[in-house]
C-alpha cells in the first residue's frame, strides 16, 4: 500500500512539473496563432561555437512569439546519442526539427522517419544531403575549404610546406579537408606534409601542433579546418608567426585577439547566430506553407584577417548583445 | 640488494628505452639537418604532455595495486579544472587559490568514493563509475557548454617560482612519483596497500584496517587527478567540460604496462609514470612518421597488449 501511496505521490509530481514548464510557454504566446514547438539539436553542448546558434534559435522564438525551442544534444559528440535525441523528438510530435548532423549518411534513415510522420526537418552546420530534410543552411564546407587553400597560397606566394589539421568523422570537416586539397593542388609549389587527426582533442591538437612544429621547421603554414587551435592562446603557443603562418575555422575569443597580435593569419567566420535564426525562420515558415526557396541555403563565410577585425568584433557584439 | 632483474620497474624501463632507440633510428634525418625526435626541446614536450596523465596515474596505480580500480579520473580532472578557470576567470579569485579549490574538488570526490566503497559496499567499478558520471555532469552544469579561457588571463612569459611554465607539470610528476614510491615502499601504510590488494581477509586478521587504507588510496586518487586537471588547465589555458574524456582509459593502461597488476597485490608508481611516457613517446614520435595519424589508436592498443603478455611471461618466469 505504501508503495502505491509513494507511486501516486511521485506521479503527482511529475505531473506538476510538466505543468509548471508548459504554464509560462503558453502564457508567453503573443502572436495568437497555434503554439510550435521546434527541436534544435546541435552535434553537441560542449562544441562552445553552438552557443551564439542558441543564442539565434531563441531570440527568434521570442520575435515570433508563439515558438518554443527545445535545445537538446548529446553532452559530447557521439552520434548515437544524437540519433537517439532526434528519435525522442520524433516521438514527442514536436513541430519541426532543426538538427547539426554529426554523420548525415547515419541520420538519413531517422530523419526521413520524421519527415515521413509530418514532421518537417531542416539541417544547419553540418548537411544531411541524402535524406529528404527540406533544406540546409550553412556553409558551403567544400567552397570554404576552398577559400582556406587560396588564402594559404596567396599568403605563401604559391611555395612551402603546409600541415593540416581536421578531426575524422564529421561530414563537414572531410568536405572543408576535400576543398583545401583541391585549391592547394593548383599551386604545385605547396606541398602537404601531413593531415593530423586529433580526434575532437583540443589537448591533442594543441600536443600536435607542437609535435609538427618541431618536426617540421620551415613548415610554412598550419591550415586547421576546424576552430581547436584558436579556442586557447595555448593552441598556437609553439608556433613562430614570423615562420609559420596560421590559418583558422571560427572566431570566437580568444580567436580575435590571436589575429590582432599577429599569431594568426586568416580567420574565417560562420554565421553563427543565423544557425539558430534562419533555422527557426525555415521551420516558422514551413509550418505556415511557406517552402525554402532552394535546398541549400548558402550562409557564406565571413574571411577575417587584421585588416577587418575590428569591424567583424563590432558586428559580431551588435549580434550578441540583439540590439 | 636487490638483484637487478628483481627491479619491477627494470621491464618498462628497457621497453621505453627500446621505444626511444627505434624512433631515433626511424626518425634519423637526412642531409645533416637536426634530429626532429631526439632534442630537447621535444622531450620536454613529452616530458610536458605526459604528465597530465602521469600525476593521475600514480593514485590510479595505488587504487589498482590495493585490488581497487577508479574510471573516475578523466572525469574529476575535469572538473577541478573547470572549477578553478571558473573561480579565476569569471570570480576573478587569484590563480593559486582557485586552483587550490580545484584539487579540493578532487579530494571531495575521492572522500565520496571511499564512502561509496567502504560504507556503501558497492564494488569500486560501480562506485568510480558512478562518480564518473556525477563529476562530469557536474563540470557540464558549471559550464554550460561554453569553457573558460584561463590563457587569455595568464601573463606571457609567466614563470611559476621563477621556472619556465613548461617545466611545471613534469617536476610535479616527477616529485609526485618519487614522494609516491617512497610512502609504498618504505612506510607502512604502502606495504598495509600491497597486503589489501594482495589478500584483503588475510590483511584484515593480521589487523591491517583495510577499510582506512582504502579510503586513502581513493582520496589520493581523487586528489592527484584534480592535480592533473590543474596540471591540464594551465598547460592547455582552458577549462571545459569535455576535456580528459576517456583519459582514465589511458591512465589505468600506464598503471597496467608499468607492472600493476588489476589483480591487486602489485605494482609501482614510478612503473605508472615510467608507462605515461611510454605512450607519451608514441604520442609524440607517430605523429611525426607520415600517414601514421590515423594508424595510432591501433598501435597503442597493440602496444598494450604485447607489453602485459611480455610482463605476465616474466613474472611466470621470475616465480
Known sequence: MRRVVLAVVVLVGLAGCSGSKEQPSNAAGGSGGE????????????????????????????????????WNAPASADQLKQKEILESAITQRVDGIAISSLNGDFLTETINKAIDAGIPVVTWDSDAPKSKRYAFYGVDDYAS?????????????????????????????QRRLDGVKESLAKAPGIQIVEVYDIKEDTVRCAELIATGTNRYPDLAAWISVGGWPVFTRNGTAAVDPSKTKFISFDT????????????????????????????????????????????IIDSGVDVVTKENVDDYQAKWKKMESGS | ?????????????????????????????????????????????????????????????????????????????????????????????GLGPSMTMGVIVGLLSGLLTAGLIVLVKLPPFIATLGM?????????????????????????????????????????????????????TTFQWGRAVFSVGGNETAALFSGIAVNRIKTSVYVISGVLAAVSGVVLVLVQGQGKADLATGYELD??????????????????????????????????????IPGATFYDRLIVGLVVIVIVVVDQLLLKKRS
Do not use: C
Request: glycine share 12%; net charge positive; charged share 15%.
Open chain 1, 35 to 70: 503554439r510550435l514547438r521546434f527541436a534544435v539539436i546541435p552535434k553537441a553542448l560542449d562544441i562552445p561555437v553552438f552557443n551564439y546558434a542558441k543564442i539565434g534559435a531563441d531570440r527568434q522564438a521570442k520575435e515570433y512569439g508563439n515558438v518554443d525551442i527545445l
Open chain 1, 145 to 173: 575549404g576552398k577559400i582556406m587553400g587560396d588564402e594559404a597560397i596567396t599568403l605563401l606566394g604559391g611555395k612551402g610546406k603546409v600541415a593540416i589539421i581536421t578531426s575524422v568523422g564529421a561530414t563537414n570537416l
Open chain 1, 252 to 295: 570566437i575569443q580568444p580567436a580575435l585577439d590571436l589575429l590582432r597580435e599577429g599569431k594568426v593569419a586568416v580567420l574565417l567566420g560562420q554565421k553563427y547566430f543565423g544557425w539558430g535564426s534562419e533555422s527557426v525562420k525555415l521551420l516558422y515558415d514551413i509550418k505556415h506553407g511557406k517552402m525554402p526557396p532552394q535546398p
Open chain 2, 1 to 93: 640488494m636487490k638483484k637487478l632483474w628483481e627491479i619491477r620497474e627494470l621491464s618498462t624501463v628497457v621497453i621505453l628505452v627500446l621505444e626511444i632507440l627505434f624512433f631515433t633510428w626511424w626518425l634519423w634525418p637526412e642531409g645533416g639537418r637536426s634530429h626532429p625526435f631526439l632534442n630537447w626541446p621535444n622531450a620536454l614536450l613529452i616530458l610536458k604532455y605526459s604528465s597530465i596523465y602521469g600525476i593521475a596515474a600514480v593514485g590510479a596505480a595505488i587504487v589498482i595495486i590495493s585490488g581497487g580500480i577508479d574510471l573516475a579520473p578523466g572525469a574529476v580532472m575535469a572538473l577541478a579544472g573547470v572549477v578553478g578557470a571558473q573561480l579565476y576567470v569569471v570570480q576573478g579569485w
Open chain 2, 132 to 184: 564518473m558520471g556525477v563529476t562530469r555532469g557536474i563540470a557540464f552544469i558549471i559550464t554550460e557548454g561554453q569553457y573558460f579561457d584561463v590563457s587569455s588571463h595568464l601573463i606571457g612569459g609567466w614563470r611559476p617560482m621563477g621556472l619556465p611554465a613548461d617545466w611545471v607539470a613534469p617536476i610535479i610528476m616527477v616529485t609526485t612519483a618519487l614522494v609516491f614510491h617512497v610512502f609504498m
Open chain 2, 251 to 288: 591512465i589505468i593502461a600506464s598503471a597496467v604496462v608499468g607492472g600493476a597488476s588489476l589483480a591487486g597485490g602489485r605494482g609501482s608508481v614510478i612503473g605508472a609514470v615510467l608507462g605515461t611516457l611510454i605512450f607519451g613517446v608514441l604520442r609524440n614520435a607517430l605523429p611525426q
